[in-house]
């Protein structure tokens, strides 16, 4: 069984900065795919950033330039540097991993407040 436990969100000042990190635990996995994901109140779940295997990245307009997602594929784990946050990256925030046999799993979610 693959769980995923994030850690590092909290409150920060407009203009500060946060790094998430999602670690996957289990075995007989191997991850392909490393997403993270966000959530607002009343607004759908969006993709903000993702890493792939072979180490390419994307992000979402909106964060591009201020976030850098990372792994590291001996622990598994994925990180998400957010830096000059303002309050519309308040949110939610959730990891995903797609893994070479196709399952998804998500991480539990962890809240950032961004305080203006």
């Known amino acids: 069984q693959v769980q995923l436990v994030e850690s590092g969100g909290g409150l920060v000042q407009a203009g500060g900065s946060l790094r998430l990190s999602c670690a996957a635990s289990?075995?007989?996995?191997?991850?392909?795919?490393m997403e993270w994901y966000r959530q607002a109140p009343g607004k759908q779940r969006e993709l903000v950033a993702a890493?792939?295997?072979?180490?390419?990245?994307r992000y979402a307009d909106s964060v591009k330039g201020r976030f850098t997602v990372s792994r590291d594929n001996a622990k598994n784990t994925v990180y998400l540097q957010m830096n000059s946050l303002n309050a519309d990256d308040t949110a939610v925030y959730y990891c995903?991993?797609?893994?070479?046999?196709?399952?998804?799993?998500w991480g539990q979610g962890t809240q950032v407040t961004v305080s203006s």
């Open positions: 890493t792939t295997t072979g180490g390419s990245t």
């Open positions: 289990g075995s007989g996995f191997s991850i392909n795919a």
């Open positions: 995903r991993f797609t893994m070479m046999s196709g399952y998804l799993y």
